[in-house]
T-cell receptor
Framework: AQKITQTQPGMFVQEKEAVTLDCTYD???????LFWYKQPSSGEMIFLIY??????QNATEGRYSLNFQKARKSANLVISASQLGDSAMYFC??????????FGSGTQLTVLP | DAGVIQSPRHEVTEMGQEVTLRCKPI?????LFWYRQTMMRGLELLIY????????DSGMPEDRFSAKMPNASFSTLKIQPSEPRDSAVYFC?????????????FGPGTRLLVL
């Protein structure tokens, strides 16, 4: 069984500042992947970043980075230099050997001008 | 490159009617997933195909739901008969398994409203 916990239902950040969205996971699979998706108000699910459980370095994709702490089972998303267009719901997800994604409940991020 | 294509984008139907949702995965992807998103239950997997074969359908709510993947470029999710509690956004996603990363790319979703 897999589980994702996102404890921040809502977050606010000032434009141009950095923000960290929390995610903790639980899985019995020895090999797994962690994903972050963005869902704007238009509804689509946009892939942001991936971290493999055996990756030695934290993943980065442009302004997105994943703070992976395996011992703590956490996979926090860091968005640097927030933009107004970053306002959206953000979902953390885990996939193990069964391949299907298990999602958290999401964090609604609002970027303030 | 075309992403995952879903149709229709919106569907309004009456209780008891048959609903068919369609999905075209990204070319070359060999895994296809159907997810449902509701306010109450969040995002949940309905069924997963690998190389056109259903691998895990444990998330399919009941016999009213069925899914097929007749070939690598097409899948359907059918609800018959539909009920108001089926109202949700249905997402199709595809990935290329065996590559290690296996990122799932989502289609735009079908917003279903059953009256």
């Amino acid at each position: 069984a897999q589980k994702i916990t996102q404890t921040q239902p809502g977050m606010f950040v000032q434009e141009k500042e950095a923000v960290t969205l929390d995610c903790t996971y639980d899985t019995s699979d020895p090999s797994y992947g962690l994903f972050w998706y963005k869902q704007p108000s238009s509804g689509e699910m946009i892939f942001l970043i991936y971290q493999g459980s055996y990756d030695q370095q934290n993943a980065t994709e442009g302004r997105y980075s994943l703070n992976f702490q395996k011992a703590r089972k956490s996979a926090n998303l860091v968005i640097s230099a927030s933009q107004l267009g970053d306002s959206a719901m953000y979902f953390c997800a885990v996939a193990g050997s069964a391949r299907q994604l298990t999602f958290g409940s999401g964090t609604q991020l609002t970027v303030l001008p | 490159d075309a992403g995952v294509i879903q149709s229709p984008r919106h569907e309004v139907t009456e209780m008891g009617q048959e609903v068919t949702l369609r999905c075209k995965p990204i070319s070359g992807h060999n895994s296809l997933f159907w997810y449902r998103q509701t306010m109450m239950r969040g995002l949940e997997l309905l069924i997963y195909f690998n190389n056109n074969v259903p691998i895990d359908d444990s998330g399919m709510p009941e016999d009213r739901f069925s899914a097929k993947m007749p070939n690598a470029s097409f899948s359907t999710l059918k609800i018959q008969p539909s009920e108001p509690r089926d109202s949700a956004v249905y997402f199709c996603a595809s990935s290329s398994t065996g590559t290690g990363k296996e990122t799932q790319y989502f289609g735009p979703g079908t917003r279903l409203l059953v009256l």
